[in-house]
């Protein structure tokens, strides 16, 4: 995600680009409005859409790992794609190579000391630093306990078995708490395959049309009162549907 | 060393729902005012139209209106034993940021606390003896009466255009709206949103069972409306992107959409973004605020001189900046002494969620503050003799979205990730709905908001440190709200229902409401409170908190951003009318 | 019965300011001179935004080139302080500057010449006191040819017809009110009538909407069709009064003629303006027979306006009063040239804000999320559904739109 702390667009930022209230003494930095609304031509604030390409946070290793991981946490089947083609790795490795993955904005000032589970993540560690090693620990794991082997080479049954002993906490990861990295894992994979399609995963809306969500809709006043009724219309992304192209 | 800037008639810490309110009605009687907000300019076109606002991941997830833990956060611990630490991410509450603060992101529930919950303490002793109150709860009256701040509720809810059903016309009740409330001098300025499925099918249980379900209060307003300053707003398209978001088409009521179009055409006021106030400055005597101090974003500082100063920011900081610039008494729990930071409270909610398979619910077709609701369990709406608790909260269904990140119910017993959970995940999303409780919590001797001894913010002060769990009485209180309720959801026959009573400790990690009060409490006793009944520093008499939920004694079963409003227009008359004419304490 | 009407027409001048500079300490005269200043928006040229009145500075973009309204304060060196009443009243009526330069028409004494004497040198006593400022305007930043002032002479050959303001004796004294404000003070013409290739005025079809500075200002003839017909006239004084009404708002040129001028017009101004325009006739072109629904470019269209511009505008194209403005039956939507609305739906459009309607709504940007061919498209749906008739949007004329608002931010 495009987004930036604090949150300036970047058009309305050069439109607008500083800031200005001269006083007697000097030049405040901030912005002063005063008299009328202020607005600028174009001013928009859109997420930038992920592109294909190349893996932006991944290596092809862990590339690799994680497609497999993703198509395991939601598998291919009757009712539509897996995490794999529905995109979830790469809206992972998106989210990790940006403002997500190195923690921007939270807090991350020491001391870290452990707490209370009430407390919450007390760690210096960012998501994009637990994947790199959380995704090294579980390689590292496998080769040593299925000799030599890695995670796409299991069969689909025993990837799911050793996802469930990350699931449960009953391996042991080397410097990492297996069970937090799993639920990690889940969440962000979930995510994607939830998340507009414009951040790289949920792929032809395939997690939306799953569940029957219509989207980024925003007009629902003829349906609220026809009650018992499925609502008709497909999902819409932020980029709109496929019914958006002319198909001449 | 801050440079100086021309002074100002009034400085306003913080451009939200009181803030904006304050500027309006101060530079409209012609003071010079100045807004100083940390977060940026906000627009309903430019940082939230239509077309980018519905994005589930980037605002209710990587929470893109709220304030960054970077800038600004707490710490916090359960009991005074335990060692505070950093809220490093935010996730049990969310602190809005930005011009219109958290009236951009809220959902909209326009609620009046009850009659009896201005003198609670009075009414609960009356009624049932002192004994009933735990030895360490630490509730008093407000300073105000319901009656006083009838006129107030009225001028916020026409600010907002709420709609509504009127259950208590000056007295006379009505059909249809909610028989406990106080009354009311008017009828709600527009009529009650349509209701979906699942509020339908509840409202028919609660029937069944006796009791009296109406449509909650909402400042999603049911149709076009222009508010007494002029300003236009829309119709709510039910979009299911209200709390957590923007509102892209001028139909929630915010300072972007009430206020700040006619605040912004007085020539005398002034906003001033991406300005963080460092503290209040006071006079050699301590008695007297001389203005504010505040970085830019190039990290100078600068002294704006003001003749008043209204501390309008988020409630949690509110109290900080008290605390740091050493007004009034800090609250020490020990001894019980002091009085900022004193009646921390929360809000006790829960839920029973119900899977209907038989019914298509629709549930992305919704609203902040749809659906329906009964009121028969709250404040002291229900006799509570040998009930083991004070207290109470409404309840009903009113779930707000069906955005599919956040929002994706399972039967119980559903594995967490593979086929199975793919399944029941999709036969099941458009047959679940959530209930809920919504209930007060009244505050304590140890649950309080001081200085941190450790953690710092980016500028150096000492971040906030909150010490708050809750208590027996709102466990058992939950339990028995969450029991009522899971017998009107049994009445609607689901296929499954799980009752989610609220059990200890909180969990700072798993987001229940934003509704932080007290810290700056408004009393008549300068002893137990930091504001009198006007939000006037008992200490510094040129100073007011107006009405931000930090001056709650304690927090009723309510929302409470109607009552916030009410206060803030309840302390701008109070200036304008009694201030001006003679600067000193009103009290 | 002529006589009288005349009087009508100038009755407003109760005080005549035969001699400005004479007048300047009389009230009643400055007064008035100050209402025709607003009737006539000199500020909107002659006054940047948030910069000191009448100082001059603001870029005009004509189709030849860009050209700076000039310091009209009365400081005697940069601003008109040593000008004679004659030299003022003759820049008004003739074009004609000091020692008779010619001034370029974008200074609209082509409208300007209906306005009596009595009338202009009222306006040069209120000028004369404003605060004199010391800005000296290069005001021809033209290429040439037509940075040369004598080409006017020819020019004004073709397109200007000098002479004062001559009231209708079978017309009433308010729609002769309104005539003298729209052709003169008003200068409404300016913008909406459509222009010659040189720039002149088409005569044949007043008012009858054109393009300037990137914007499409409408037919504002009594046409049905794409022009104000349907409007009442409680409607056309709503909208100048506040810049909305129950049909649209005013944003763009047209907020800014709001903002300077219609909305502190007096109420018999604005009615009599209404009158006229509502009782003067229809201009411009019929109805042509709006493109089918089943064609594929307005089906695409169909789907992107359900999506992304009911949500405001609603379904059936109603809007919503004050708030979203109207698309089914409006003159922007059905006018011929699609420059407007091209123009909002790529980089949006703030409303404008008054004091009776401050709620100034944005339209955001959509250049970001429609590419030139859904731009095209859903123009092309909203242009011809709902009753609404007008010719398809071309992706090539978005593209070249696009390109253009690019560079001009």
Redesign the interface.
């Known amino acids: 995600?495009d987004?930036k702390?604090?949150?300036?667009?970047r058009?309305?930022f050069l439109?607008s680009a500083a800031?200005l209230?001269t006083?007697?003494?000097?030049v405040?930095?901030?912005?002063?409005?005063?008299?009328?609304?202020?607005?600028?031509?174009?001013?928009?604030?859109?997420?930038a859409q992920v592109r294909p390409g190349p893996w932006a946070f991944f290596t092809s290793d862990e590339a690799a790992t994680m497609e497999a991981i993703v198509d395991?946490?939601?598998?291919p089947?009757d009712?539509g794609p897996g995490g794999k083609d529905a995109g979830c790795a790469v809206f992972i490795d998106r989210q990790l190579a940006g403002?997500?993955g190195r923690s921007?904005?939270?807090?991350?000032?020491p001391?870290f000391?452990p707490?209370?589970?009430?407390?919450?993540?007390?760690n210096p560690d960012s998501p994009g630093g637990r994947y790199r090693a959380g995704l090294k620990a579980l390689a590292d794991h496998i080769r040593q306990s299925q000799s030599g082997k890695t995670l796409r080479e299991l069969s689909t049954v025993d990837q799911?078995k050793l996802?469930s002993t990350l699931?449960d906490g009953s391996i042991k990861l080397k410097d990492i708490d297996a069970k937090a990295f799993f639920a990690m894992l889940?969440q962000d994979?979930?995510?994607g395959f939830?998340?507009?399609p414009?951040?790289g995963g949920n792929r032809d809306m395939a997690?939306?049309k799953?569940?029957?969500?219509?989207?980024?809709?925003?007009?629902?006043?003829?349906?609220?009162?026809r009650?018992?009724?499925?609502?008709p219309?497909p999902p819409?992304s932020?980029?709109?549907?496929t019914?958006?192209?002319?198909?001449? | 060393m801050a440079?100086?800037?021309?002074s100002k008639n009034v400085v306003v810490i913080g451009l939200g729902w009181t803030g904006s309110i304050l500027s309006y009605h101060l530079a409209k009687a012609g003071l010079d005012v100045v807004a100083i907000e940390r977060?940026?300019?906000r627009?309903t076109?430019?940082?939230f139209?239509?077309?980018?606002?519905?994005?589930?991941?980037?605002y209710a997830?990587?929470l893109?209106l709220f304030l960054?833990?970077?800038?600004e956060?707490l710490t916090?611990?359960?009991k005074a034993d335990?060692?505070?630490?950093?809220?490093?991410?935010f996730?049990g509450f969310l602190p809005g940021n930005?011009v219109g603060g958290a009236g951009i992101h809220w959902n909209g529930q326009t609620w009046r606390f009850l009659p009896t919950d201005f003198r609670l303490r009075s009414h609960l002793t009356e009624r049932y003896g002192a004994n009933i109150l735990p030895d360490d709860m630490t509730i008093q009256d407000w300073p105000v009466s319901y009656d006083e701040l009838e006129p107030y509720y009225d001028r916020f809810e026409k600010l907002c255009g709420t709609s509504g059903k009127a259950g208590n016309l000056k007295g006379v009740k009505q059909d249809g709206g909610n028989p406990f409330e106080g009354w009311r001098s008017a009828e709600y300025p527009t009529p009650p949103?349509?209701?979906?499925?699942g509020a339908?099918l509840f409202a028919e249980a609660a029937r069944k069972l006796g009791h009296s379900p109406f449509p909650q209060p909402a400042s999603n307003l049911s149709e076009a409306y222009t508010n007494p300053l002029g300003i236009r707003m829309g119709?709510c398209?039910?979009?299911?992107?209200c709390e957590r978001f923007g509102c892209?088409?001028y139909s929630k009521a915010s300072p972007q959409t009430c206020v700040?179009?006619a605040l912004?055409?007085v020539?005398n006021?002034?906003?001033?973004?991406?300005?963080e106030v460092l503290k209040i400055n006071l006079d050699s005597t301590g008695k007297r605020a001389t203005g504010v101090t505040y970085v830019?974003?190039?990290g100078?500082e600068?002294e704006q001189p003001a003749d008043i100063v209204l501390l309008c920011a988020f409630a949690l900081f509110n109290v900080q900046l008290m605390l740091i610039s050493g007004i009034g008494k800090p609250y020490d729990p020990v001894s019980g002494q002091g009085v900022v930071g004193r009646n921390y409270a929360y809000q006790t909610t829960s839920s029973v969620s119900v899977i209907l398979k038989d019914?298509?619910l629709?549930p992305?077709?919704a609203t902040g503050a749809h659906g329906m609701i009964i009121d028969d369990y709250n404040g002291d709406n229900f006799d509570h003799t040998n009930l083991g608790f004070v207290g109470g909260g409404y309840m009903g269904a009113g779930q707000t979205n069906?955005?599919?990140?956040q929002t994706?119910p399972v039967p119980k017993g559903t594995p967490?990730?593979?086929?199975a959970w793919?399944?029941a995940?999709?036969e099941t999303?458009?047959h679940a709905y959530s209930l809920s409780t919504h209930g007060s919590s009244y505050s304590y001797r140890d649950c309080w908001l001081d200085l941190d001894p450790?953690?710092?913010d980016?500028l150096g002060r000492p971040l906030m440190r909150m010490t708050f769990d809750f208590h027996e009485n709102e466990l058992k209180m939950s339990a028995f709200l969450t029991e009522r309720l899971a017998e009107i959801a049994k009445a609607m026959n689901p296929t499954e229902m799980q009752a989610h009573p609220r059990k200890g400790?909180?969990?700072?990690?798993i987001y229940q409401t934003t509704h932080n009060t007290g810290g700056t409490v408004m009393g008549d006793d300068p002893q137990t409170s930091v504001l009198n009944r006007y939000g006037q520093s008992w200490d510094v008499h040129n100073l007011f908190v107006p009405g931000g939920a930090s001056v709650f004694p304690q927090n009723h079963g309510y929302n409470p951003t109607n009552t916030v409003g009410a206060l803030a227009f309840w302390t701008a008359d109070a200036i304008t009318q009694r201030y001006l004419k003679n600067p000193g304490p009103l009290m | 019965m002529y006589r009288s009407l005349t009087f009508a027409v100038t009755s407003f001048a109760f005080i005549a300011c035969a001699h400005a500079q004479g007048a300047t300490q009389d009230f009643s005269c400055i007064e008035r001179g100050h209402y025709l200043t607003t009737l006539s928006d000199c500020a909107g040229c002659h006054t940047t935004a948030g910069g000191k009145p009448f100082a001059g500075g603001v870029a005009l973009q004509t189709p030849f080139g860009t050209l700076i309204a000039p310091n009209i304060t009365p400081d005697t060196d940069t601003g008109i302080g040593n000008w004679s009443d004659d030299e003022f009243v003759s820049a008004l009526q003739d074009g004609r500057g000091r020692n008779g330069t010619r001034l370029y028409p974008a200074m609209p004494y082509t409208a300007y010449t209906k306005m009596s004497r009595d009338d202009i040198l009222a306006i040069r006593a209120y000028l004369n006191t404003v605060t004199p400022v010391h800005n000296r305007v290069n005001a021809n930043q033209l290429p040439f040819p037509f940075n040369i002032r004598l080409a006017m002479m020819v020019w004004n050959w073709l397109n200007f017809t000098p002479g004062r303001f001559v009231a209708d004796p079978h017309q009433s004294a308010e729609w002769n009110r309104g005539a003298y404000l729209v052709q003169g003070p008003g200068h409404c013409g300016a913008c909406h009538t459509p222009k010659t290739a040189l720039g002149g005025d088409k005569t044949g079809a007043p008012l009858t909407g054109a393009t300037l500075q990137g914007w499409f200002a409408p037919n504002i003839t009594a046409n049905k069709h794409n022009g104000i017909g349907r409007w009442s006239k409680d409607d056309l004084v709503h909208y100048l009064k506040t810049g909305a009404n129950n049909d649209t708002l005013a944003s763009g040129p047209m907020a800014e003629a709001v903002t300077h001028s219609t909305s502190q017009m007096k109420d018999a101004d604005v009615a009599a303006i209404a009158t006229y325009l509502l009782g003067t006739g229809q201009g411009g072109t019929d109805r042509p027979t709006p493109i089918a629904a089943d064609n594929?470019?307005m089906k695409?269209g169909a789907?992107?306006y359900?999506?992304?511009c009911?949500?405001c505008h609603?379904?059936n194209g109603q809007g919503s009063a004050q708030l979203f403005p109207r698309l089914a039956g409006t003159a922007v939507v059905q006018s011929d040239d699609p420059t407007t609305l091209g123009r909002v739906v790529?980089?949006?459009?703030?409303a404008v804000?008054t004091n009776s309607a401050p709620t100034?709504p944005?339209m955001?940007?959509f250049?970001?999320?429609?590419d030139n061919?859904?731009v095209a498209?859903v123009l092309t749906y909203i242009r011809n559904s709902w009753g609404n008739a007008a010719p398809a949007v071309s992706a090539a004329t978005v593209a070249k739109q696009r390109t253009s608002?690019?560079q001009s931010?």
């Open positions: 995600m987004s702390v604090p949150l300036l667009s058009r309305t439109t800031i209230v006083t007697t003494a000097s405040v930095h901030g912005r002063t409005f005063h008299q009328g609304m202020p607005w600028a031509p174009g001013a928009a604030d859109p997420p395991r946490l939601i598998p089947d009712g403002p997500y921007d904005g939270l807090y991350t000032l001391p000391m707490g209370s589970s009430t407390q919450g993540y007390q799911d996802l699931e889940l994979t979930q995510q939830f998340a507009d414009i951040y997690g939306w799953l569940v029957g969500f219509p989207g980024a809709r925003y007009d629902y006043r003829d349906w609220v009162e009650h018992n009724e499925r609502y219309l819409v932020i980029m709109g549907r019914d958006w192209v002319s198909k001449g | 440079r100086k800037l021309p977060g940026p300019w627009d076109a430019t940082n139209p239509p077309a980018y606002a519905q994005d589930e991941l980037r997830v990587r893109d960054r833990p970077a800038q956060t916090f611990r359960n335990q060692i505070a630490l950093p809220i490093r991410n996730a930005g949103l349509k209701q979906g499925l339908t119709q398209s039910y979009c299911g992107f892209g088409n700040l179009p912004l055409r020539p006021f002034t906003a001033q973004t991406e300005s830019d974003t190039s100078k600068w019914k298509v629709n992305f077709i069906g955005r599919p990140i994706r967490k990730w593979g086929a793919k399944k995940t999709a999303y458009q450790t953690y710092k980016r400790p909180y969990d700072s990690t | 594929p470019t695409v789907e992107i359900k999506d992304a009911a949500p609603q379904d790529l980089e949006g459009s703030r804000a100034a944005a955001p940007a250049d970001w999320r429609l061919d859904q498209a608002l690019a931010r």
